[in-house]
């Protein structure tokens, strides 16, 4: 219905390539932005080669730094995991005191046994025990003065169907007037004949002499516990230390 005139195709498609590749082209007569753009940066002679080797520098120290970030980044070595934790040793003050070893009583044995002598017995031995660690009495021994059921303490002389020495009978007595019971030979039976010792204070006795080896001096009783000036007052006098 309606014409349109025809539009005029303008220069061959030839041509104009023809004319862009004069443009890009380093001629000195180039013209034109392209051929600008060219001789900059393609030109001939020293200030041409000095400008590739600057870009190059550029390109290569661009490529070095991001190789670097990158293994400092990812590449870099494994961070060491700390070691566990290991307990610590306590020290010396709070470790458990260990229990002393139970060391056994050695009695001294005179009379008619077959063995007599010291022997040494188990931490509550009776005097029975003792008679059979000693080889056991004689025959025809006359054992109706001992207790055979009596514990035994360390340190103690049993006389065994002979008269008992004097101290040791003075104490069993009751300590009579003149006669002093040794604190280092006595049992605690004897000890508890004493006036103002009872059954706990004489054990309390036996047992500070066990654990410091027997009395030196009739002072050492104030060391026992439950033994004051006054009860001491009155057993310095009945006591001796043999």
Known sequence: MFEQPARDPGPPVNDRLAWLADQLSPDASTVGPGGRLVRRWLPGGPAGAGRRRWAFAGVLLSVVVIVLGSVALFGGPPVPEPPPALPSAKPASEAPARAAPQTGLVISVIGRVRSPGLVTVAQGARVADVLRAAGGAEPGADLSALNLARRVTDGEQLAVGIPAPAAVAAGAAGAPAGAKVDLNAASADQLDTLPGVGEVTAQRIVQWRTEHGGFTKVE???????????????LREQVMVG
């Open 220 to 234: 050492q009783l104030r060391d026992v516990s439950g033994i004051g000036e006054s009860k001491f007052q009155k």
